[in-house]
């Protein structure tokens, strides 16, 4: 007998869409399952913006209040992918009505507010996700497989990053992304992909020493109504100052005794998504760019022939994880929007189960206290460690 | 207001459910189009298979009976998904009723098949699209606009291919795939995509000379209920002949004058999905292969400053042709089930402003032309003018 | 005891260069030989020439007149780099002095000149080599031995071309290299290359059916003292017909079975030196391209393991053939003049010991056949069988 | 008038041969310069070794005495190729004799040495070179032109590395190369070029805070005889303590302002010689790796175009700088010892000139800072100043 769980999610922006739009794949995706989501309620302030989402998406209903979809009784689970400034609001009203939730990355605009929402969920005993999306590239996955099964052997060390040209214009307005108050810059944005890769491939981070800038330093004032990271003044219109980090770049140290380098830049005219790895391990090595989210570079020590030695390209196929919910075949690349479908699929898994997953606020939790480290170091100019 | 266009799905294969979910998937993805698929009705011999998809991709009923899809009044359009060998009948049957057909390749086992499904069409009046797929990646509609500007100048050489592993396997069993009575083997399979993308890109074929080979000449002949090409038998099975053709390649005119290469084979062992083409023309060059479908290769013959001079590799991203409709972002892959989408979305397009569109039967039926000389060119050893 | 070999060089533009430099690093890349090349005489039509390379590669006397070159009683060895339409009659005297020698390819402007020289060497039972430089890349030489140990399984089919554009700027001037009378384009200059790499890796050739075009149909005709290919006139300039072809393509057979295509082309805006090579077999797959010299593409079937499947990239190192005598590291690239240098080396080895090696004047008769095929089927538009 | 430079070469190692076959191609790959270098004498510790150099280059004499070298009144510069230990000894001497030098890197075992050679330099007034070859691929020293131009706008940040495989294999012998009273380890042999190529790039390094690690803790102790770091042990070899570092990472502040992360490591299963930057500008951005060493990636901010947006590959060729004087075509590659050629050339330059030029033992000074930087920064666990 297939379970029904009942859904709302709030905040339909292109994250919300995005969410609304992996739990209705799931009946198609993951049809074997013993779960069936049913969208039941969509929110955004915007009315217009609610109403088309539940047309969309297929949502029972639509709400401009939030709150209504949290005391919604049929929605058993939330999904949060409001503005950042509104997720620990909302967490904790979530929480409080002890319904699980997978709130969009970052959970927080700064490591504290993480950790409130972290302690908020533990408190109230709810299951929780996380968007870490690059996690479920089926190739990341393998990856994970591989160094779990230790055939990378002992890893050495590790190179992470996210290169993002978001805000590489200059002309770019003065939104809320680029204001101290407002949350954390590239630290927050981007490195936390950085680092919840990290800790899912490589284990937890111990210690960090940092570096940040701010390399586009004023930026036009956003007229009203034009206040999105997206829109672009002119060169000429009144500026204000950025106050928070365009780029971080971070030394690390791993439990395991592997070392890392961990580096973030939004404004970067060059690479579009290069969110990245490289895992250097004592019995080879691995690289993973989310720009070829299908490929996988996978070097093995050769020993017996090193005639033969070479990075080789591996292509997604169904051989690998979660590849054969989405086609059969080798060589047909999966997209983004699937990764967001085995997100949200494990994460409904977790509600079916009863059994807590992978993302959830314990690893976002996680990452603010590296976080929260870096911060530390920027100001000590000297090595932190992790959680002390 | 928006129009319903009630649609039917015949074949619950690989296919059927690669079309349902593309069907479904326009109300989100073309939110803004006037028209809604309906998915009405889904048919597969097999009943369980019928149901299951039923319930996965949300048709309102299923049958067993394909001519239920055809009769059933609130289906305006039907998805022909069905296998090969039913094509033809099936195809007439539509258009006998008067009802627009997507058919997935190839339209007909062999070109003559697809030649009376063609004529079929003409004669009824129906619109209708065929599943040449790989058309629609964006960069691959992002090359035809440029070339269609002349930004490449006159094209002077193509080279297309298709090279798939799927029958590499010696010990895959005997199914009907090899059996040249069923119909051509990668002459049909995979050169039509060749052909096809060729014609988009670079106009009509004229004149073609042509080789082919069979290089796994037996395989195990398929034990009851094992018949697939996907499954593999054991080495010391009784073995049958191979009839049709592993590999086929030809050289090829285009009636602007350009000149060709055409490829393709079904037993590689390397690349996986290396559907790719790269042209030529007095101003530059472009290449592209399915492998990478989100990456275009561009040059542009660079007299100003030779020292610049190579090849750029573009990500799909907003700019390019209906990216946008699939993430408003640089760098983050779309997937092969998304080229169905867009496929999807110009039939009903098309059936909703009552215009036929490309590629139809039309356009299969150039391919078939082209076919046909290729097999008249086996014979003749010698050079053979398309549709004389 | 080291043997010395007297060596003459005949034409001093670049590859006169090429080989007097390859020569004169002998004695340093494999100091371990059992022989010594002595840089006798070397011979260029301008005397300033002649001189010039005198003193920069160290030939103990220049000339202006070749015929002395063959006639320097200290000059064992002869290497004919003049032009072209030279070939025939330099090696026609080189071999009636009995003199060894190695001849910058194409032997011959057309393939009947080819024949003739080869039938030279016969007679006089001297032992010849020619410039197919391209085999001399370490990678090349490994692919080769991987193939002959069937480590790919039996070949099924060769993909093999030549893309390059020297004469891609329609202003270049109409130059010898573009008179029919003054012997063969494309076919001559580039594909001559292409057959020689698919004979050695993959056998004789024994059918053809082939295609050519010219594209560039009239070029400004040179003014005196302006004739090379190299230079460019302007637009309005007086033009006069190309008569030679600037694109040439073929499908062929070879004696194993083995199907492939063969394609060339001068006036590429796009790749700079694409001499590649792919070739798949039953067991595998193995591509190569000039441009990356120092990289090979190397794939298994690999039935194991599926999901470990991929092509591996090869950087050429100690473990490859000849790398060792350029470094000894792995990654460090050697360049295009080391192949001269293989090649160089090879010959002066057959030399010394009296056996005649590869590639040599023989080799250049098989492609010689070929091109005659090739031509033959310009004409009859059909398959033509090689060297009947 | 051509002038002659007398060049002596101490140490015939590998750099030693490398050097010298460097000097030797000088009068053919500079043929117009207005100056010849004359071997005169080679010396090793080995006599065999010095003898077979002696024939194998051409220098007039060989000597077991490298004092002998300096002494020599026809030798007027000095190539130090000896093992690092010598060095500094050797270079005092060479100055002292105020003889010109070109050392190859390291100059000094530790910077301290560095430090000691500079400065008995610069009393000397001798002219000095060190052998930061990367430097020399055409495509750097145009990387070089491109951002000096301002091309890339203000530089942001910037990413170096040096990934090797050389102490990869756990039983490769405890060597001198791992011996901390030997010298530094990674930071000295790897980094040291990394550093060196990041202030050519993007000038100079101001700040640093670093992290090394020694992941091989140990290794077989060298049977008499078998000492160098090439040579393997059996895993039951009695072991010794590595003492030095295999792996360094350094975060950087430049003097512009912009930032960056510097990483070297030796113990590499995976890249070959992965000796690479990435440079991000406010304009653009540009990537390089020795192991591609021909190619150059480019990318321009693309205001008009974003559609064209993406990094192009350019190969080297002769609108690059030296190029040409290897070959006048695109796409033929040049090898890593040319680029020894290109560096023993702008030595011989400067000192025919009498202007000294770059990298001399003022950009090693600069480098050694950075490095005592980086060691103070591993016990302060802080931000150190370069030069404090």
């Given at each position: 007998m297939t379970r029904t769980i009942g859904i709302g999610v709030i905040g339909m922006g292109w994250m919300g869409e995005v969410h609304s739009r992996a739990y209705r794949a799931i009946q198609d995706?993951?049809?074997?399952?013993a779960f069936l989501p049913r969208l039941v309620i969509c929110a955004d302030a915007v009315e217009a913006r609610a109403q088309a989402a539940q047309q969309r998406f297929g949502f029972e209903r639509y709400t401009t209040d939030w709150r209504a979809v949290i005391a919604d009784p049929e929605v058993e689970v939330i999904n949060v992918a409001a503005p950042n400034s509104m997720h620990l609001e909302i967490n904790r009203a979530v929480t409080q009505a002890g319904k699980h939730l997978l709130c969009e990355k970052?959970?927080?605009?700064?490591p504290e507010e993480t950790i409130l929402s972290a302690a908020a969920a533990r408190e109230a005993g709810v299951l929780t996700a996380v968007g870490y999306n690059y996690r479920w590239a089926p190739l990341v996955q393998y990856a994970r497989k591989l160094i779990s099964e230790g055939q990378l052997g002992r890893i050495t060390h590790y190179h992470g990053r996210f290169l993002n040209g978001y805000a590489a214009d200059p002309n770019g307005f003065l939104s809320w992304r680029f204001e101290q108050e407002q949350g954390l810059g590239t630290l927050g944005d981007l490195l936390s992909h950085v680092i919840d890769m990290a800790h899912m491939l490589a284990g937890p981070i111990t210690r960090v020493t940092s570096d940040k800038e701010i390399f586009i330093r004023q930026r036009p004032i956003p007229q009203p109504g034009k206040g999105t990271h997206y829109d672009v003044g002119s060169s000429d219109s009144p500026k204000g100052d950025v106050t928070n980090e365009d780029y971080v770049s971070t030394l690390v140290h791993f439990a395991s005794g592997a070392r890392g380098m961990l580096e973030a830049c939004?404004?970067?005219?060059?690479?579009?998504?290069?969110?990245s790895f490289e895992i250097h391990g004592t019995k080879g090595a691995i690289k993973w760019n989310m720009e070829r989210m299908n490929e996988l570079q996978l070097q093995w020590r050769n020993d017996a022939n090193p005639a033969q030695d070479g990075y080789t390209t591996l292509l997604s196929g169904p051989a690998h994880p979660y590849h054969q919910h989405f086609n059969?075949?080798?060589?047909l690349n999966l997209g983004y929007d699937d990764l967001k479908v085995i997100e949200a699929y494990n994460f409904l898994s977790a509600v079916a189960s009863g059994q807590q997953g992978e993302p959830g606020f314990k690893e976002a939790l996680d990452v603010a206290h590296v976080q929260q480290a870096i911060i530390r170091s920027w100001t000590s100019q000297s090595w932190e460690s992790v959680g002390a």
């Open positions: 995706r993951f049809h074997e399952s970052p959970v927080g605009r700064d939004r404004i970067i005219n060059g690479a579009k998504c290069d969110m059969p075949a080798w060589g």
